[in-house]
């Protein structure tokens, strides 16, 4: 018999002792102490008054005082209004805890037929992954391995986002800056290196800015006339067009990153049972938009970008295509959760 049912079936035999009444076991609720007040358990007193002919407090008062001299793994208590809180020893904590530590898959339950899917991290190929990830990976982690430990079969996935503006910002820094640099002839991790890359597209997306504003140019034009931001934007149709160059160079720095990202997991202690990319998942969240203008789901604004109006559901309208055609992350999750239910039809549910 459990800790807590110890509890129950003591305090079943306080009521029979101290107030000749017969409670069943199932009639006794226990709950965690809260934590302003000593104790592990507490028994609400108040809807037992008329059994005991006592007020709540005083009830509470004899419950506790049976069970300290009675129960041996009761320790002390004490009484909040009508709440008893009961306070165990040190030695059946030690006891607990040493069947714990000796039980081998202890709290593992059997299976209960459900499946779930988990995903988490999910990060750009763009840049490493960064101490900020730590908290994703690990909530992820323990929750799938929780679920595991409670029954359900788990998918542990995770969508890589391998494609858009910020990966052809690495690439275009990367062809005007890195004459040839690899991991290998750099010394640095893959992902490390394209990180860098990116980070340098940003130092001199800012300097043509400030050279545009100079010149008399608004800011806000100047960011988009920035001649190095629309290099990105080029390379970025190029690579859905699936222009050989630039797709045969996505492929070799995103390769670089996967390498980076597989060492950093590994170091984490963390792992997956399928990985999903954008560059799968983008053509089939695309359809779906297209699919859903038709179907007067989705809008298209006079640029020719498609839109999700949310405003009813308390959120806002939420962009699925850009004017040019493009996807943007919001696209590739459609066609990501569509995929994954083709792909396990069975899962319950899907956890972010």
Same mark, same amino acid.
């Given at each position: 018999m459990n800790m807590e049912k110890l509890l129950q079936q003591a305090i079943v035999d306080a009521f029979k002792t101290l107030f000749d009444h017969e409670l069943a076991i199932n009639e006794v609720a226990l709950q965690p102490t809260r934590k302003e007040f000593e104790g592990s358990h507490t028994f609400v007193c108040f809807p037992y008054s008329r059994i005991s002919k006592k007020k709540p407090e005083e009830t509470a008062a004899a419950i506790g005082e049976y069970l300290v001299s009675h129960v041996e793994m009761v320790k002390n208590f004490n009484v909040v209004? *009508?709440?008893?809180?009961?306070? /165990?020893?040190?030695?059946?904590?030690?006891? /607990?805890?040493?069947?714990?530590?000796?039980?081998?898959?202890?709290?593992?339950?059997?299976?209960?037929?459900?499946?779930?899917?988990?995903?988490?991290?999910?990060?750009n190929t763009n840049k490493p992954l960064h101490l900020g990830h730590l908290r994703n990976n690990f909530l992820g982690y323990s929750v799938s391995e929780i679920l595991k430990a409670n029954g359900y079969d788990v998918h542990k996935v995770q969508i890589i986002n391998d494609r858009g503006i910020h990966i052809c910002k690495s690439m275009v820094a990367w062809l005007k800056f890195g004459e040839g640099e690899t991991p290998d002839s750099s010394g640095k991790k893959g992902d490390k290196?394209?990180?860098?890359?990116?980070?340098?597209?940003?130092?001199?997306?800012?300097?043509?800015?400030?050279?545009?504003?100079?010149?008399?140019?608004?800011?806000?034009?100047?960011?988009?006339?920035?001649?190095?931001?629309?290099?990105?934007?080029?390379?970025?149709?190029?690579?859905?067009?699936?222009?050989?160059?630039?797709?045969? &160079?996505?492929?070799?720095?995103?390769?670089?990153?996967?390498?980076?990202?597989?060492?950093?997991?590994?170091?984490?202690?963390?792992?997956?049972?399928?990985?999903?990319?954008?560059?799968?998942?983008?053509? &089939? *969240?695309?359809?779906?938009?297209?699919? *859903?203008?038709?179907?007067?789901?989705?809008?298209?604004?006079?640029?020719?970008?498609?839109?999700?109006?949310?405003?009813?559901?308390?959120?806002?309208?939420?962009?699925?295509?850009?004017?040019?055609?493009?996807?943007?992350?919001?696209?590739?999750?459609? *066609?990501?959760?569509?995929?994954?239910?083709?792909?396990?039809?069975?899962?319950?549910?899907?956890?972010?």
């Amino acid at each position: 018999m459990n800790m807590e049912k110890l509890l129950q079936q003591a305090i079943v035999d306080a009521f029979k002792t101290l107030f000749d009444h017969e409670l069943a076991i199932n009639e006794v609720a226990l709950q965690p102490t809260r934590k302003e007040f000593e104790g592990s358990h507490t028994f609400v007193c108040f809807p037992y008054s008329r059994i005991s002919k006592k007020k709540p407090e005083e009830t509470a008062a004899a419950i506790g005082e049976y069970l300290v001299s009675h129960v041996e793994m009761v320790k002390n208590f004490n009484v909040v209004k *009508g709440f008893l809180n009961i306070e /165990l020893t040190d030695a059946t904590w030690i006891q /607990l805890f040493s069947k714990i530590w000796h039980a081998e898959n202890y709290g593992v339950q059997p299976s209960n037929g459900k499946e779930v899917m988990v995903e988490y991290s999910s990060p750009n190929t763009n840049k490493p992954l960064h101490l900020g990830h730590l908290r994703n990976n690990f909530l992820g982690y323990s929750v799938s391995e929780i679920l595991k430990a409670n029954g359900y079969d788990v998918h542990k996935v995770q969508i890589i986002n391998d494609r858009g503006i910020h990966i052809c910002k690495s690439m275009v820094a990367w062809l005007k800056f890195g004459e040839g640099e690899t991991p290998d002839s750099s010394g640095k991790k893959g992902d490390k290196l394209v990180g860098d890359y990116y980070v340098k597209f940003d130092q001199e997306y800012k300097k043509q800015i400030a050279e545009l504003v100079e010149k008399g140019v608004e800011k806000a034009q100047a960011e988009k006339e920035a001649p190095i931001m629309k290099e990105a934007q080029e390379l970025l149709l190029k690579w859905e067009q699936k222009e050989p160059e630039t797709y045969a &160079l996505w492929e070799q720095m995103n390769g670089w990153v996967y390498e980076g990202f597989d060492a950093t997991y590994n170091q984490m202690g963390v792992d997956f049972d399928k990985l999903y990319y954008e560059s799968q998942t983008y053509l &089939l *969240g695309k359809d779906e938009a297209m699919k *859903g203008v038709e179907k007067g789901i989705f809008f298209k604004k006079g640029d020719g970008s498609v839109w999700v109006d949310l405003t009813e559901e308390g959120l806002d309208e939420k962009l699925l295509l850009r004017a040019d055609g493009t996807s943007v992350h919001m696209t590739q999750d459609i *066609g990501t959760a569509i995929l994954r239910y083709r792909d396990y039809p069975k899962i319950s549910q899907q956890i972010y």
